[in-house]
């Protein structure tokens, strides 16, 4: 079965990849979608955040990074894709990824599966991550290493007065 990742990925965490290979492992092929617009605003550009995305799953050839816009059950419907993959962290997550699931399903057909995060990540997030980066907090072990670099130089230029 072919599923789908759906997320900003700004930047890409361990959280993020441990969910990515492990459905790797189950599934035919993964296709991380990133998301172009978040509401957010971003620290990275998609262009980045994929390349980032490209660097960590390079050993795994199942997996294959795209870029979306819109609506995730658009990106499913013309990449056929049958399921979205979710990592669900804590009880917080779970009210609004069952309503997003419920309402892709009930607008789609499209199925979501749910995977329990890994207990080393459940703390984790990529706005986390960035906020503990900017103040000098110690990420590594949180994002892979080649992220940890470009997060250091992203944020050296963006907010010089935190170095
Ligand atoms: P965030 O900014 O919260 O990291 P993203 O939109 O980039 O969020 O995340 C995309 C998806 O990745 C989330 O919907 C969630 O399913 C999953 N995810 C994010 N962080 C983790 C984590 N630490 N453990 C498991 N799954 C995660």
Redesign the pocket.
Known sequence: MRVV??????P?????L??ITRSARMHQEVVVAV?RN?S?SALFTADERVEMLREVTADQPNVRVAKFNGLIVDFCRANEISAI?????AVS?FDY?MQMAQMNYSQAGVETLF?T??PL???????LVKEFARYGGDVAGLVPASVLHRLADRLAVSDPAAH
């Open positions: 990742c759906p997320g900003s990925f700004d890409v965490t361990n959280g993020h441990d969910i998301l978040p957010k993959v979710k990592g669900l962290r997550d990824e995977m995060t890994n990540y459940a703390f984790l997030s990529s706005s």
